[in-house]
């Protein structure tokens, strides 16, 4: 595969600052969005640490191992970058009063020839197209997931609840955190969304799904979803990362130049 990058991140309408951070490295074909937490600036503060550390480390770590990594070695990869940024947060917090209490949720995908080594903390989120149909392959770890795995709520009750925002997991807030880590397999035209949920928040799945089923380049895409966060009311940060996977054309071998093939 080769795939096609391109992020966007927005304040939204409510807030002056951002606390989303979001970056991706195309050589390493790593992405990373962050979603921050906490008062005065210490959700922007943790987001950026989180982001700046995961890419610093991991693409280092990518360059020199690409072409022999496995999933299994990415995934612990990301584990150890994932546990010493969270105790690199927890330390700033705790040597600075203005920062007490901030994390920040994550999800962070590695793109391989074939396959996806996807992580996530928290309700930042990946979705995926593929022929059409949207699936969300990562899963919120929020109180809100938990009644409704609990069969406590309804979806219906769920779409309206006020705990949306309630997470039962984050970086930077306690001495461990555990990273979920699923691979996937990739094919040929699919379309990987990661974004914060001042997007999921203000935009339902199927108008998400309605905006990426345009045949319309990334950079129009991530700007219909961040203008349909705002047109729902922007009341948070806005981040996309939007990541497109195409068949590479096989080059031709001798033979079949050959043969006029």
Not at 231 to 244: E, P, Y
Request: glycine share 8%; aromatic share 4%; net charge negative.
């Amino acid at each position: 595969m080769i795939y096609e990058f391109y992020s966007k991140t927005d304040p939204g309408l409510a807030r002056a600052n951002n606390e989303d951070a979001v970056a991706f490295d195309a050589a390493t074909q790593l992405c990373v969005v962050a979603d921050g937490m906490g008062g005065y600036n210490a959700g922007e503060i943790a987001s950026s640490m989180a982001v700046t550390f995961i890419q610093s480390e991991m693409t280092r770590w990518l360059a020199q191992a690409r072409h022999q990594a496995i999933p299994k070695q990415i995934r612990r990869a990301l584990e150890i970058c994932v546990a010493n940024t969270n105790l690199s947060i927890l330390r700033s917090a705790q040597a600075n009063p203005h920062y007490a209490g901030m994390g920040t949720t994550l999800v962070v995908g590695v793109f391989l020839s074939d396959q996806l080594v996807l992580g996530h903390i928290g309700d930042t989120r990946c979705y995926r197209l593929r022929q059409g149909l949207l699936s969300q392959i990562t899963r919120d770890h929020s109180l809100l997931q938990e009644q409704l795995d609990a069969g406590l709520i309804t979806l219906a009750e769920a779409a309206v609840s006020t705990q949306k925002n309630l997470v039962t997991r984050a970086l930077g807030v306690e001495e461990t955190v555990a990273l979920e880590v699923n691979v996937h397999e990739i094919a040929a035209d699919d379309l990987f969304l990661m974004c914060s949920d001042g997007l999921t928040d203000m935009v339902g799945d199927d108008d998400i799904r309605a905006v990426l089923l345009t045949a319309v380049s990334l950079e129009t895409m991530a700007q219909q979803l961040v203008d349909a966060a705002n047109a729902g009311g922007g009341r948070d940060n806005i981040s996309v990362l939007l990541v497109r996977a195409k068949a590479q054309a096989r080059k031709p071998t001798m033979m079949s130049r050959l043969l006029g093939r």
